[in-house]
């Protein structure tokens, strides 16, 4: 079992920053890939970036490239998500999640196996 707790949300206005960490615990963080998703009312929860097991290779959205930087720090067992220049269509609770190595796309909430309660970001124009 991996458990998330993700922190760091709030109300921001358009424009600012936020930084999300989602602490794990549990089995060896350093075995899992980890993903960022985020889900707004009334939509489905989506991608939002990915970081590998050995923080080599990150991916994002199209919507969040260049905005949004995830890291890892496997020392603390800690991902982060750098949020910078957010816009209201950014609102949403943001959900941590972990996904095995080998359990396919990076993309796909289906191929997370565990997940955090989510934090709320709120983003006012």
């Known amino acids: 079992q991996v458990q998330l707790v993700e922190s760091g949300g709030g109300l921001v206005q358009a424009g600012g920053s936020l930084r999300l960490s989602c602490a794990a615990s549990g089995r060896a963080f350093t075995n899992y890939h980890m993903g960022w998703f985020r889900q707004a009312p009334g939509k489905e929860r989506d991608f939002v970036a990915a970081?590998?097991?050995?923080?080599?290779?990150?991916y994002y959205a199209d919507s969040v490239k260049g905005r949004f930087t995830i890291s890892r720090d496997g020392a603390k067992n800690t991902v982060y998500l750098q949020m910078n220049s957010l816009k209201p269509e950014d609102t949403a609770v943001y959900y941590c999640a972990a996904k095995a190595m080998y359990s396919g796309s990076h993309y796909s909430t289906n191929n997370y196996n565990y997940w955090g309660q989510g934090t709320q970001v709120t983003v006012t124009s």
């Open positions: 970081i590998s097991s050995s923080g080599a290779n990150t």
